[in-house]
């Protein structure tokens, strides 16, 4: 596994669960089933499209999860709390992206 020098992978295709869970505990955070859900959203995502997903992508991802009327558009960053980018994007094995709408 190859990091850049803020922390993302190289190479998404390094990427498996025990990456994640390193990365997580990097940024501090236990993942739960919610995060999983998000991470795995993400990663067959980016299979599908050779992108990471946009994040208005991943809250209707989570909002389905939730269940009708029990997602917020700020749980996202309730579970990554310093963002879309810095944590989901990282933990998920994403390249850092250069240029980003956060939806």
Known sequence: MTLDEEGYLVDPAD??????????REEGIVLTDAHWS???FMRGYYAEHLIAPDARHV?????????????????????????YVKQACKIAGMRRPRAWSTG
């Open 59 to 83: 809250m209707k991802h989570l909002a389905e999860y939730r269940g009708p009327g029990r997602a917020e558009r700020n749980d996202l960053f309730r579970l990554f709390p310093y963002g």
């Open 15 to 24: 990427w498996n669960e025990g990456v994640a869970e390193a990365l997580a």
């Open 38 to 40: 998000v991470i795995r």
